[in-house]
């Protein structure tokens, strides 16, 4: 099946930085890409949807200046987490869908881990 | 936005037992689907059944789809310790994706 793969897989970072995390479809391009965030036990919250060349569309409730995300290529995407704060930390996942093959599965990637201290 | 619910929210079987979990959601869909996400990784897709669908089997796995109820189940059959994982349940509608909340299965070898 299509992989999806996601750097990095854990980060560390002090408070008031910004950390970057990257999405790759490695063989398809997806024109659309969904950025996730998890907490502990919980579900996934779709954050934002990334499209290749425009803006991304975010959801209700999150700050999209916040959480940045540029899709410049076909293949990758990338989310920003601007000023980093200690409720930041959670478990941050990506997906495409290849736009070949419309309404079936979502390939993910292995998420990263993010903590702010 | 979240918008399933599943049920239970936790379940602990012995190896070789059956499992079942139990998705209902609020709004029209295209599809459902089913994942799974082992600790601290990403989501694998399990199987996805249409909407005009009411059952459909890959392996181990048979899923049920009551458009009627807007439920759906998953049925692990035979199941095994590497099983061990988070199940959810995903609602397709305008091509995003909305997870419900999962459930956790342990299976006891």
């Not at chain 1, 980060?11 to 063989?27: A, F, M, P, Y």
């Not at chain 2, 936005?1 to 998705?23: F, K, R, V």
């Not at chain 2, 199940?87 to 995003?96: H, P, R």
Request: a positive charge.
């Amino acid at each position: 099946g299509a992989v999806v793969s996601q750097h990095p897989s854990w980060v560390i970072c002090k408070s008031g930085t910004s950390v970057k995390i990257e999405c790759r479809s490695l063989d398809f391009q997806a024109t659309t890409m969904f950025w996730y965030r998890q907490f502990p036990k919980q579900s996934l919250m779709l954050m934002a949807t990334s499209n290749e060349g425009s803006k991304a569309t975010y959801e209700q409730g999150v700050e999209k200046d916040k959480f940045l995300i540029n899709h410049a290529s076909l293949t990758l995407s990338t989310l920003t987490v601007t000023s980093a704060h200690p409720e930041d930390s959670s478990f941050y996942i990506c997906s495409a869908r290849d736009p070949g093959r419309a309404y079936t599965e979502a390939f993910f990637g292995q998420g990263t881990r993010l903590t702010v201290v | 936005s979240q918008q399933g619910e599943e049920d239970p929210q936790a379940l602990s079987i012995q190896e070789g037992e059956n499992a079942t979990m139990n998705c209902s959601y609020k709004t029209s869909i295209n599809n459902l689907q089913w994942y799974r996400q082992n600790s601290g990784r990403g989501l694998v897709h399990l199987i996805l059944i249409r909407s005009n669908e009411r059952e459909k089997h890959s392996g181990r796995l048979r899923v049920t789809l009551d458009t009627s109820k807007k439920s759906s189940s998953l049925l692990i059959t035979a199941s095994r310790a590497a099983d061990t994982a988070s199940y959810f349940c995903a609602t397709d509608n305008d091509y995003k994706l909305s997870f419900g909340a999962g459930t956790t299965v342990t299976v006891r070898a």
